[in-house]
């Protein structure tokens, strides 16, 4: 499938249809934890199915979980019966260390769960694409180096943090293709780590690497849709939108009608109902007051899917989420 065809096709339409970011909440309908959906493949791909199915969302989208990567490293994980997994410690912190560091496998930790699942709801979802979720290439690096002492190293030992960015790299290519011939049509790729960086730090970390992962897997059967969700962003766009995704999707720290005012007419952007304050801790009224909020500020935007602004919480409350596809549909 074109799936910058059907995106575009998607946002030009008279009718509003969205396509948040939503995977996690699913296990609530399976009777599941995180835990236990984070670590089956089959249920990965029930996920997909159930919000495939019981939605009208665009695209089905695998989990958004980042710590798949950093693992699959040799990053220690903590899990959680109630939260996405989180990295802890640091397993890069000098430039020895990261010369010693090993492109993995595609058969390192749940990596290779990951794509079955992928594979298994290609099987089960015909009616609409599939995106599958990774992780871009600084945010890795940050979860490798710890997210706080990266922003350290980029200034006392910048040669450092490249040589794990050339890693991330090439695994993250590997990776992608491994979805693509897994079935999926194009891959969500998030690099919220980057959204902290000034421009000119962003132009050297991030903005090469995720150009250079684009351009290794993107062509007219399948696209990469690009996740920041940080509060530099709309200083980063001109940089964020020469990456040459085929949409660029923007978290709730920024204001969504500013980022389309500034972006040009062939970037397609999506956001960004607030998926903590909203989907999270909302009621179904906050969120199609949200949603309706949002969609009068932006609907006029020929470039513009509807969204939440990042990843929606697993415990998120169902008659939420359903809240917001109601609005749209109105």
């Known amino acids: 499938?074109?799936?910058?065809?059907?995106?575009?096709?998607?946002?030009?339409?008279?009718?509003?249809?969205?396509?948040?970011?939503?995977?996690?909440?699913?296990?609530?309908?399976?009777?599941?934890?995180?835990?236990?959906?984070?670590?089956?493949?089959?249920?990965?791909?029930?996920?997909?199915?159930?919000?495939?199915?019981?939605?009208?969302?665009?695209?089905?989208?695998?989990?958004?979980?980042?710590?798949?990567?950093?693992?699959?490293?040799?990053?220690?994980?903590?899990?959680?019966?109630?939260?996405?997994?989180?990295?802890?410690?640091?397993?890069?912190?000098?430039?020895?260390?990261?010369?010693?560091?090993?492109?993995?496998?595609?058969?390192?930790?749940?990596?290779?769960?990951?794509?079955?699942?992928?594979?298994?709801?290609?099987?089960?979802?015909?009616?609409?694409?599939?995106?599958?979720?990774?992780?871009?290439?600084?945010?890795?690096?940050?979860?490798?180096?710890?997210?706080?002492?990266?922003?350290?190293?980029?200034?006392?030992e910048p040669e450092t943090v490249h040589i794990v960015l050339e890693k991330a790299t090439e695994f993250l290519i590997q990776y992608g293709a491994a979805m693509k011939a897994a079935g999926a049509d194009g891959i969500m790729m998030a690099e919220p780590l980057a959204g902290i960086l000034n421009p000119e730090m962003a132009e050297e970390f991030s903005v090469p690497y995720v150009k250079r992962i684009i351009d290794a897997l993107q062509d007219e059967e399948f696209g990469i849709v690009y996740h920041n969700c940080g509060n530099s962003v709309p200083r980063m766009l001109p940089a964020i939108f020469s990456q040459n995704a085929v949409a660029y999707h923007f978290g709730n720290a920024v204001k969504m009608d500013e980022i389309l005012a500034a972006a040009p007419a062939d970037a397609l952007c999506m956001g960004n109902v607030d998926p903590a304050s909203q989907f999270a801790q909302g009621t179904p009224e906050s969120v199609y007051a949200a949603t309706k909020e949002l969609l009068e500020k932006c609907g006029k935007y020929k470039n513009f899917i509807p969204s939440s602004g990042c990843d929606i919480p697993a415990h998120s409350k169902w008659e939420n989420i359903e809240a917001f596809f109601e609005a749209l549909k109105n």
């Open 1 to 156: 499938m074109n799936i910058s065809k059907f995106l575009w096709d998607a946002a030009k339409s008279d009718s509003q249809r969205g396509l948040p970011i939503l995977s996690f909440p699913a296990s609530q309908k399976l009777g599941v934890d995180v835990e236990q959906l984070v670590k089956n493949s089959e249920l990965q791909a029930k996920a997909m199915e159930v919000i495939a199915k019981e939605t009208d969302t665009l695209t089905a989208i695998g989990l958004m979980d980042l710590s798949v990567e950093a693992e699959a490293f040799g990053a220690e994980v903590k899990f959680s019966k109630n939260e996405i997994p989180a990295i802890v410690g640091q397993l890069v912190s000098e430039e020895e260390e990261a010369k010693a560091l090993q492109i993995p496998s595609l058969d390192a930790g749940r990596i290779g769960v990951c794509v079955e699942g992928i594979r298994q709801a290609k099987e089960r979802i015909t009616d609409k694409p599939l995106l599958a979720g990774t992780i871009g290439p600084f945010s890795l690096a940050g979860r490798l180096m710890d997210v706080t002492e990266i922003m350290y190293i980029c200034y006392d």
